[in-house]
T-cell receptor
Framework: LAKTTQPISMDSYEGQEVNITCSHN???????ITWYQQFPSQGPRFIIQ???TKVTNEVASLFIPADRKSSTLSLPRVSLSDTAVYYC??????????????FGQGTELSVKP | NAGVTQTPKFQVLKTGQSMTLQCAQD?????MYWYRQDPGMGLRLIYY???????DKGEVPNGYNVSRLNKREFSLRLESAAPSQTSVYFC????????????FGPGTRLLVL
């Protein structure tokens, strides 16, 4: 399973765009990149998933370069409520009926007023 | 839909006691998972069940047993609790395939004295 590396923490201010980069040098051909968000005292929740190029939904955008060895989660115009831990996961969603996702330490994002 | 529910929310045990953490989902998902999260760390997979009737070990299975009672329910048992099992336990259920996501319960906080 591909290992991921993310910054331990990031600070931002309300209204700014935040980009969190994740490195996954040994990503496999069938692997997808998935991001989860976790608020204190809650379970993680799905944000976005992609395989290549760019994926956008109502919450975030995910940028994946052609070599797929890294990916960037982009949160537009963050607010205080975006303060959370963000996890980057890499895995094959078709393998073994869901397989096993590896959660790293995540990136603790702190948004200040 | 209630999503993923877990009981109890909080439990205190003495070393050597046993207990079962209950998890149920009403989303008709095939896959279910148990994770533990220690302070300042990401989630670590204890066991997972790809479908009713099957279970597999995750990253940290020692000291735990699981039962996939039916498609809805997946329980985690601690036969002889140890202080090292003090943690927050999350249950999740998930789908397979593209856009595969895991849906997490609210967690059970376990303190072993």
């Amino acid at each position: 399973l591909a290992k991921t590396t993310q910054p331990i923490s990031m600070d931002s201010y309300e209204g700014q765009e935040v980009n969190i980069t994740c490195s996954h040098n040994n990503i496999a051909t069938n692997d997808y990149i998935t991001w989860y968000q976790q608020f204190p005292s809650q379970g993680p929740r799905f944000i976005i998933q992609g395989y290549k190029t760019k994926v956008t939904n109502e919450v975030a955008s995910l940028f994946i370069p052609a070599d797929r060895k890294s990916s960037t989660l982009s949160l537009p115009r963050v607010s205080l409520s975006d303060t959370a831990v963000y996890y980057c996961l890499v895995g094959d969603p078709y393998y073994n009926q869901g397989g096993k996702l590896i959660f790293g330490q995540g990136t603790e994002l702190s948004v200040k007023p | 839909n209630a999503g993923v529910t877990q009981t109890p929310k909080f439990q205190v045990l003495k070393t050597g006691q046993s207990m079962t953490l209950q998890c149920a989902q009403d989303m008709n998902h095939n896959s279910m998972y148990w994770y533990r999260q220690d302070p300042g760390m990401g989630l670590r997979l204890i066991y997972y069940s790809a479908s009713e009737g099957t279970t597999d070990k995750g990253e940290v299975p020692n000291g735990y047993n699981v039962s996939r009672l039916n498609k809805r329910e997946f329980s985690l048992r601690l036969e002889s609790a140890a202080p090292s099992q003090t943690s927050v336990y999350f249950c999740a259920s998930g789908t397979t395939g593209q856009e595969e996501t895991q849906y997490f319960g609210p967690g059970t906080r376990l303190l072993v004295l």
